[in-house]
């Protein structure tokens, strides 16, 4: 087969586009078989997979987008007699010369609009409902989105699957402790912190997180400080604010976004991992918090207890004492912190992006055999 995959995620920072690398490397390193064309909006990415034949398709703000998208796209594909499509970011040609397989990660901008800027939410309610009623195949990240999936747009349960997302294995590598404490101390971080890594917006739910460890600060239970990695998103301010207004100006480290190379030695430094978003499709940092060996506290609703399992605290993601509760249960207990590092890291091992790939590679296979 002359699959064809559109990269554009790659010139995005996120889940995204560790999504579309992890695969492609993936995918590359275990299929002899078939010819893989990527496709790319920018040309500072030519020359990532050298496995592949790389083009650029330029488009990259939202107007330019969509005529990518919807024009460049599917003219490529017939240039290059592609056999199968796989956008894997919840959109797809309207019209397509090739079966086209789409991921899917969730339904958050159209079942929660409210936290999406308004370009974005206009943008995917145009876009999720095509690429859910006009794919070939639905790949999600979760069994949680795919029940979704199926009942929002009326998906046969045979035409969308569940496929786990991996990690980097750099992550349960054994590190440099001389480079690790070099990554920190460029960042600034102390000796004992509490960690979150994700982006800077209200579904991530920071404003608990802030409330929970003022309450340990406020009853001497903790002497570290909050380190926060990832860039901003929008609608932060109030979070600075609060943060002010609690008088943690010096408790809490924002580190803006850390390169993929730096962050396990990040991972490595805390007592304790915090996600507390309010809804994901998968959620990879807490699966890297494990891998890594950290202790991870995380909500208890949509897809992260599938990633999570037993090895971390569940918890539901607004209450804050419970939250401030299971923070202190993990860092003044340490017969509990090892123990959930070793569930930890033993829950990480069942994820893989080879697994994730073998699993694709299958679903291309079936949806060519249907043509």
């Avoid at 240039?79 to 796989?86: A, G, K, N, P, T």
């Avoid at 786990?164 to 440099?176: K, T």
């Avoid at 998968?282 to 995380?298: H, K, N, Q, R, S």
Wanted: charged share 25%; aromatic share 8%; with cysteine.
């Amino acid at each position: 087969m002359r699959i064809a995959i559109d990269a554009s995620t790659i010139s995005t920072q996120g889940g995204p586009r560790t999504y579309v690398l992890g695969l492609l490397e993936a995918l590359l390193r275990i299929d002899r078989e078939n010819e893989y064309i990527v496709f790319y909006n920018d040309p500072v990415h030519l020359g990532r997979f050298p496995a592949a034949r790389e083009m650029v398709l330029p488009g990259k703000n939202p107007l330019t987008r969509l005529w990518r998208e919807h024009v460049l796209l599917p003219l490529a594909c017939k240039r290059e007699r592609v056999d199968i499509l796989h956008c894997p970011k919840s959109a797809i040609p309207y019209f397509a010369p090739c079966p086209v397989v789409v991921t899917l990660h969730d339904l958050i901008p159209i079942k929660h609009p409210e936290t999406e800027k308004l370009a974005a939410r206009i943008y995917w309610r145009l876009q999720i409902p095509i690429a859910a009623r006009r794919s070939a195949f639905i790949i999600t990240d979760s069994e949680h989105a795919r029940q979704e999936i199926m009942a929002d747009f009326r998906v046969a349960p045979e035409k969308v699957r569940a496929i786990m997302l991996g990690f980097d294995p750099a992550m349960i590598e054994s590190r440099d402790a001389a480079a690790g404490a070099a990554v920190r101390g460029k960042y600034g971080l102390p000796a004992d912190y509490i960690l979150y890594v994700g982006t800077i917006q209200p579904r991530k739910n920071l404003d608990t997180l802030i409330e929970a460890f003022s309450l340990l600060k406020g009853k001497g239970a903790f002497a570290g400080k909050l380190v926060i990695v990832g860039r901003k998103g929008w609608l932060y301010d109030r979070l600075f604010s609060r943060i002010r207004e609690l008088n943690l100006d010096g408790e809490v480290v924002f580190t803006g976004f850390v390169p993929d190379g730096e962050l396990p030695f990040i991972y490595d430094g805390a007592r304790v991992f915090v996600y507390l978003s309010l809804f994901e499709g998968f959620g990879l940092p807490p699966l890297e918090a494990m891998a890594c060996g950290v202790p991870v506290i995380t909500s208890n609703t949509t897809s992260l207890p599938e990633v999570v399992g037993d090895a971390g605290i569940a918890v539901p993601p607004m209450a804050v004492e419970e939250v401030a509760a299971a923070l202190l249960r993990v860092l003044e207990n340490e017969e509990t912190a090892t123990a959930m590092r070793e569930q930890g890291r033993r829950r990480a091992k069942s994820f893989s992006w080879e697994a994730a790939a073998r699993e694709t590679l299958d679903i291309y296979k079936a949806v060519k055999s249907e043509e």
